[in-house]
């Protein structure tokens, strides 16, 4: 936790711009959110460079800052983002220079993995697999509760590997990474609005598509089951290589209830163990765990 006094967190999601700053025990002092003018990168600068005033009186506290997407080591420019404006820019440099205090970026999904395995759902785990189910789909590893960064820094980017199991009868989705049916493309907030609209013809927002599934509305309901096994099928690759002691969820979906019952034994039925104990829980901090990870960076 550091020396300093407060600590400042952003959160950079492809939806909103969250803002929070706490004292030094990450107890809540004041928290501002605002939409994410995502089509302009310096609409994004500027955005963050606001919500910083707006939070903190100390001139040089610094801030920690979450984002979809990595700093590629190799070239310190930003790589793998969701929020397209971000992609090959100097990002990091960019922001110090227009808050003139020390920034530090990272992952979004490492944020809320930071957060959930410091006090949040996995804070008893030695291994923790932390997931955003939102408008991307990522993940962070922890493991005696240190982020995994990995040598490429892309540890836990498993929304771009392909999905394992499509039904048949839905076509191939492209990923704005350029791949092909990645994770993502199913298990975002998009992709399950994609699959809802092959079955009803009807254009909604993923948290409409929730309320007519508790509703019991029968192309939801359809939507949803197919949703089940593909993130079942997903996590049991993470399973197998990883086998976490805990999978965490957050992000807008992770809210479905059912998750929670419908996952476990699906994935049971696909993991390499002749036994499943593996929890698979919602996060603690629910939506401002990526923030609370972000103040943390320091
Ligand atoms: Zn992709």
Not at 21 to 28: A, E, F, M, R, V
Not at 227 to 249: G, H, K
Not at 280 to 285: Q, W
Request: charged share 25%; proline share 4%; with cysteine.
């Amino acid at each position: 936790m550091g020396k300093l006094k407060s600590k400042l967190g952003i959160d950079l999601g492809g939806t909103k711009i969250e803002g929070l700053l706490t004292d030094k025990s990450g107890k809540q002092i004041k928290r501002v959110r605002v939409k994410t003018p995502r089509e302009s990168y310096g609409d994004i600068i500027n955005a963050i460079a606001n919500l910083v005033s707006e939070l903190a009186s100390a001139p040089d506290l610094p801030v920690g800052v979450g984002m979809p997407g990595s700093i590629s080591p190799a070239t310190g420019r930003v790589r793998n983002s969701n929020i397209l404006a971000l992609n090959q820019k100097l990002f990091s440099e960019d922001l110090e220079k227009a808050l003139r205090r020390p920034v530090r970026v990272e992952n979004d999904a490492n944020c809320f993995t930071i957060s959930e395995s410091t006090d949040g759902a996995g804070e008893k785990a030695n291994s923790v697999f932390g997931v955003i189910l939102g408008t991307g789909v990522g993940g962070g590893i922890s493991i005696n509760s240190k982020i995994v960064g990995g040598k490429n820094s892309i540890a836990g980017e498993w929304g771009h590997n392909p999905l394992p199991k499509i039904k048949t009868h839905q076509s191939d989705r492209q990923c704005y990474c350029g791949r092909t049916n990645c994770v993502e493309t199913w298990l975002s907030g998009p992709g399950l609005s994609r699959t809802y609209r092959s079955s009803s013809k009807k254009d909604l927002l993923a948290e409409q598509i929730v309320k007519l599934y508790e509703a019991g509305d029968k192309n939801a309901i359809e939507t949803f089951s197919a949703f089940f096994d593909q993130l079942a099928s997903a996590l049991s690759v993470v399973t197998n290589i990883l086998d976490p002691e805990i999978i965490v969820l957050g992000g807008g979906l992770s809210n479905i209830q059912s998750i929670y019952t419908e996952i476990p034994y699906r994935l049971e039925k696909l993991a390499f163990s002749d036994h499943f104990r593996t929890k698979i829980v919602k996060a603690k901090h629910g939506d401002s765990s990526g923030v609370r990870g972000a103040a943390w960076l320091w």
